[in-house]
Structure formats: structure tokens, C-alpha cells
């Protein structure tokens, strides 16, 4: 078969789990004839995959053909990165990749389609900082029909809801400054902090933090579902997406789900807000908003929050994708894992820009939502609270709160991280 018997044993670990039928002895492992029926099934996968590749269909894959893989995936690398992912297969030094070089590698690797190659660098929402603006996470066909989706969105909702609990202070904190700081009053960090805990005690800097938590099911739910319907739209005949392409889609994804879950996002900001005895609950809450402002009152800042989508999504994805490259030619030598390090690097990076490009609109959302809550407050359109905001206080006033933001970033990608990993185990999630 190309690569000698006695090596056998050194790869069987790496099949485990991976026998026909889901087959294996009562002990966990392989017997011969599962153990050849199964290596028979991936030489004929790794063919078509072969092939696929070899696109001038002449037995061997080239450094060409390699960057033009990449390319049809949204991914640009150099043409020495692609000389790098080659030597790494290429056992002769013909600088090409046979059939037998191509099946000796990935025989007993579970990769199943060109979506795999990308796997370690799936931009996952898992990073969870409290934003709902993100582009959906992506799943491979193996983990759609296994049922490994599901449970990996129940992961990152579960490591969500600790995370935003967990940095929920911060979170609150953000929201005060958006609608209450000003050049005049100069709050800052701790006087916030202040008057949030002298007004309602310290359980009090978690208002707002249940229906925050609430809304990351049936938010990542619909986005999931909506991202699905938009890429199968948009790809046709295609077996992957390009980086523009998941970005439109995920923005269409992202604005339908905002859009379903939009009243959720109007009761957290007037949650959060409330003082003391204001409400007695949720309910309560949206009852009066009802009874006092109407059912237009649950979408107030909702223009500008749908269009905080695109430059948040789109710099997010743009971001990421360059550090990614970056990585890969200048670091990548012999594997395509980047490893978790790096991985938390680039989406906290990416995120972090995604925030600083979307911000000014997420504040005008805020105060949108907050002002027919606040006595005297002005009732403003979005650009109308845009020119108040830079007549007043010039573009520092866009930026009130961003501080409290970049200060949860880091725990809360940290504290999301450790949940999901723990989640991925308690529910079952094989990790490739």
C-alpha cells in the first residue's frame, strides 16, 4: 500500500473511532478486516479528492495548482507557501505530488473534502465577547450529518451565557457611559462603577445580564439556520465559498436574526439602565414599554444596529483572513495547525478592530433604545442623534464606554475558550 506494515502501528491511534459501520471491538480497538475495509474507503475518498485537485488531469498536483486550491477557497497564499505545503508531500524532489505521495500522507488522516484543509482556520464564534454581530459559525457536511453542529452550537451557547456573565459588570458599565457620560459630567471607569453600586448595591452591576444571557439561543439558532439558506443561495453549483461571499452571506444572516431578536436587544439596554424598583421583571418591563411607548418603541435603534453589521463583519472577516496569511507564509512550516495560541490571537485582534470600526453606531443604538426612558432626553433620529453627539462633544463623544469594552475582551474570549473546550467534552464533540 506504499507505506510499509511495520509502520502500521505507529498511525492506529489516529484511527480509532474511525472503523466502518462506527464499528470496533468491545475493547476499543480495530480488528484486520475492519481495519482494511475502512483504509479501502479512504484510498477511494482521497482519489476523488485527488482528482479534483489535479486539474489539468495529468496525474500529478503542481505549485499551481495548489495556490489556485487555495484561491477557490478565499484563501491567497504566497507561491512560497504553497512550495512549503508541497515539499511536506513530496517525497521524491520532483517538486510535484502523485497519487501515491497524496494517499501515503493523508491515508490515515481524516480529511474528507477540500472544507477540511481550512479546518483549523474556521473563524469561530466560540470567541464570545458579548457582541451579536459576528459572522455565524461554519460546519463542515461530516459534522452536519453526525449531528456534531448542534451540539457545538449547545458549546458556544453554554460558554456564551458564563462568559457574558462572568464580564457583565464591564458590560454594564459600557452601557451607563453610553447613554449617561458626557464633556460635562467626564464619568469615567470607577465613578461609574460608583453610583452603579451606590444606587443598587452590587448585585446590581449585573442588571440587565439574564435577558443578555437569554437571547444567545435563539439568536445563534436563527442565524445558523439563515446562514445555511444564504450560502446554499449564493454558492450554486460551488462546493465552497469565498471570503466576500461568506461575508454577504453572513451579514444577510446576522440582519435576519437582529431582526427577530431585536425586542430582546431593546428590553437588556432598558434593563440594564433601570434603577432601583423601576420594574418588577422582564415582563414588566416590556409591558409598559408597550403601554407607554407602543410596539415601534421594541425597534428604536434598530437601522443603526443592522448596519453596525457590515463594517463590523466585514473588518472582522478582512482582519482576520490578513493575519491568517501572515501566519501561514511566514510561520507554517510543516503543518497546517496554527495552534490555540495563535488561533485567540487573530480572533481578538479581528474582533477587536470589528468593535472600533462599528462602535459609533452601536452608541447611537444604545441611546436610541435608552431615550424615551430618560426625562428630558431629546427624541432623536439616527443622524439626528449623530449631530447632536459631534456638535456637543466632537468624535471622542462616539467613543463614550469603548474602555469598559476593550477591557472584557480578554477574559471574556478567555472564559468563553475554557467553557467551550469543557462543554466539547461533556457533550461528545470529537475535535479532529
Not at 29 to 52: A, I, K, N, V, W
Not at 136 to 156: H, I, R
Not at 207 to 217: D, E, F, M, P, Y
Request: charged share 20%; proline share 4%; glycine share 8%.
Amino acid at each position: 500500500m506504499g507505506s510499509s506494515l511495520l509502520e502500521l502501528p505507529l498511525f492506529l491511534p489516529r484511527c480509532q473511532g474511525l472503523s466502518p459501520e462506527g464499528g470496533a471491538d468491545p475493547d476499543g480497538g480495530l480488528d484486520l478486516e475492519e481495519f482494511t475495509q475502512y483504509l479501502q474507503e479512504r484510498e477511494q475518498r482521497l482519489l476523488l479528492l485527488f482528482h479534483s485537485l489535479d486539474r489539468n488531469q495529468d496525474g500529478q498536483i503542481d505549485v499551481s495548482e495548489i495556490q489556485q486550491s487555495f484561491q477557490a477557497l478565499g484563501i491567497s497564499i504566497s507561491l512560497e507557501q504553497a512550495q512549503k505545503i508541497l515539499h511536506s508531500m513530496d517525497r521524491d524532489g520532483t517538486m510535484t505530488i502523485d497519487w501515491q505521495e497524496w494517499r501515503d500522507h493523508f491515508l490515515l488522516h481524516s480529511l474528507e473534502n477540500m472544507e477540511d484543509v481550512l479546518y483549523f482556520w474556521k473563524h469561530s464564534t466560540v470567541l464570545d465577547i458579548g457582541e451579536c454581530l459576528t459572522i455565524p459559525d461554519e460546519f463542515s457536511e461530516q459534522e452536519k450529518l453526525t449531528g456534531m453542529w448542534w451540539k457545538q452550537l449547545v458549546a458556544g451557547a453554554v460558554a456564551g451565557a458564563v462568559s457574558r456573565t462572568g464580564t457583565a459588570p464591564l458590560d454594564r458599565l459600557k452601557v451607563f457611559m453610553q447613554v449617561h457620560s458626557s464633556k460635562t459630567n467626564q464619568l469615567n471607569i470607577l465613578g461609574g462603577l460608583r453610583n452603579m453600586i451606590q444606587e443598587g448595591g452590587v448585585r446590581s452591576l449585573w442588571r440587565g445580564n439574564g435577558i443578555n444571557v437569554l437571547k444567545i439561543a435563539p439568536e445563534s439558532a436563527i442565524k445558523f439556520m439563515a446562514y445555511e439558506q444564504f450560502k446554499r443561495a449564493i454558492r450554486g453549483q460551488q462546493e465552497t465559498l469565498h471570503v466576500q461571499e461568506r461575508f454577504v452571506a453572513g451579514s444577510l444572516a446576522g440582519a435576519t436574526a437582529q431582526t427577530i431578536i431585536y425586542p430582546m436587544e431593546v428590553l437588556k439596554t432598558r434593563l440594564t439602565l433601570r434603577r432601583t424598583g423601576q420594574y418588577k421583571g422582564l415582563l414588566d418591563c416590556a409591558w409598559r414599554i408597550m403601554e407607554r411607548e407602543g410596539p415601534r418603541a421594541f425597534y428604536h435603534g434598530y437601522l443603526p444596529n443592522v448596519l453596525g453589521i457590515i463594517p463590523y463583519a466585514g473588518i472582522d472577516l478582512a482582519v482576520y483572513e490578513t493575519l491568517k496569511n501572515q501566519w501561514l507564509q511566514q510561520y507554517s512550516h510543516d503543518s497546517a495547525d496554527p495552534g490555540i495560541l495563535v488561533l485567540l490571537a487573530c480572533g481578538t485582534i479581528s474582533s477587536t478592530c470589528g468593535q472600533i470600526a462599528s462602535y459609533p453606531l452601536a452608541l447611537v443604538r444604545t441611546r436610541m433604545q435608552a431615550q424615551a426612558s430618560i426625562e428630558g432626553a431629546p427624541q432623536l433620529s439616527m443622524l439626528g442623534l449623530f449631530r447632536h453627539i459631534l456638535s456637543q462633544e466632537g468624535i471622542p463623544g462616539l467613543y463614550r464606554g469603548i474602555a469598559p469594552n476593550f477591557m472584557k475582551v480578554i477574559p471574556a474570549v478567555s472564559i468563553s475558550y475554557v467553557v467551550y473546550e469543557n462543554m466539547k467534552q461533556a457533550l461528545g464533540v470529537t475535535s479532529r
